[in-house]
């Protein structure tokens, strides 16, 4: 299963982004092998729609999870459709943080 | 008897109760209520900037309901404002799409469909449904 989480930088020690549409970079984490990769949003200066363009990016990535400190309705929307599951997390945590939660 | 309301759909339900005025010794006017219909209205237009006709689809009602909930709220925000009078967020005829939280990781999720009932995190059952 892979899992993206919206970062603002590319390590492991960044928080997670209070935005899904407008982060920075994607951290790709795999449960099976349990690493982990990072991909820039292409969408993120986007004027609209910065959001759908990145959910379509990493649907095409078969990610089955998202994290990120808010979801907008159109993401929700379109995650919905696709049946992946959102999280968000209600305190600000880092990046290892969360992956160390994942079991 | 008029028509039942048919159910708006929102997304997310507000995670606080409301708002109150600051530095007022004691209250003047009367509370005002906004329901749920109403906050996700606002959301949808002027926090998310959608277009009147895109919220109006994804709340599953017609463009010229949506204008009239809009229209509501901008009223009533005026009205708790110039009055210094406190914000409720309550009722309202919603279908609310369905979101779990897990008291252990501190975590709100959406499930996968066919799939039980269980946080992503800990694996535990013990969820709680919000809304």
Redesign the interface.
Known sequence: MIIAIATNENNLQAVVDLHFGRCTWYCMFDTENRKNSFIENPAKHNPEKAGCDAAALLIDKKISMAIAGRFGSKVVDIFRRNNIQMVIPETQQTVSEIINQIK | MGRTKKDRRI??APHFNGFKPQGIQCKTGEDVSINFEEYEAI??CDY???TQAEAAK?MNVSRPTFTRIYESVRRKIAKAFIEGSSIYFEGGNVAM?SWYRCTQ?????????NEDKFC????SQVIIENN
């Open positions: 997304q997310m959301n949808l998310e900037l959608l994804l799409a990781c501190k975590i709100n999720f959406t499930l996968r469909e992503p995190f800990c694996k």
